[in-house]
């Protein structure tokens, strides 16, 4: 587990018990839940989704933290697949909480650094995110970040 992934902007920690409540509820503000499949997910619910994926080993939440202010601004969700034959790939869930601090290169950043420590520490080759369609802004962040289209995934309920 890492102690700590410095960027040039943020610095990423795992979240602690503390900071559940705060990254519960800029997951839960209307203008951001909408844009994930779970809606109104309790501090409870998360603190028990943030330790089963811990024990798993193959991934953590992060808090991002400003290195400007040493605000808490975020948080950062990743998870490790591994396929036989292939470069292991991890999945990545991000939220730049407060507005006052969007559009600010955090984001970014925080990504960039996970991307380099995933690499460096799990041989991770691929980034991937998931994105609600009509998540305009996600896409335009993620296409900023350098990422690109690789599949449509569908669904039906059954
Ligand atoms: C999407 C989000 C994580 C972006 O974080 P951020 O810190 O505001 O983004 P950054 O300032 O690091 O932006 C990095 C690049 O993406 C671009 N970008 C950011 N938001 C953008 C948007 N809405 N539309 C187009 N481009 C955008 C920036 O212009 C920047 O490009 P540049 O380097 O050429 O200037 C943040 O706005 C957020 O948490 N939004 C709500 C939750 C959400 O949608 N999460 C993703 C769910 S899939």
Redesign the pocket.
């Known amino acids: 587990m890492p102690l700590e992934i410095k960027g040039l902007k943020v610095t990423l920690r795992p979240i602690g018990d503390k900071e559940i409540p705060q990254a519960c509820a800029w997951r839960n503000d209307p203008e951001?839940a909408h844009?994930?499949y779970r809606q109104n997910v309790t501090p409870e619910q998360m603190a028990r989704d943030v330790q089963t994926l811990r024990q798993t080993q193959t991934g953590d939440t992060l808090a991002i933290i400003s290195n400007n202010s040493a605000e808490h601004v975020?948080t950062l969700t990743y998870t490790i697949a591994r396929k036989q034959g292939a470069a292991a790939e991890a999945t990545l869930?991000?939220?730049?909480?407060p507005r006052h601090?969007?559009?600010?290169?955090?984001?970014?950043?925080a990504m960039d650094a996970l991307g380099k420590w995933l690499a460096a520490h799990h041989g991770v080759g691929k980034l991937l995110?998931?994105?609600?369609p009509g998540?305009?802004?996600?896409l335009?962040?993620y296409?900023?970040?350098g990422f690109t289209q690789r599949a449509i995934i569908m669904e039906r309920n059954i």
């Open positions: 951001v844009l994930f975020g869930g991000i939220i730049i909480g601090t969007r559009g600010r290169g955090l984001g970014g950043d995110v998931e994105v609600k998540n305009q802004s996600a335009g962040f296409e900023k970040t």
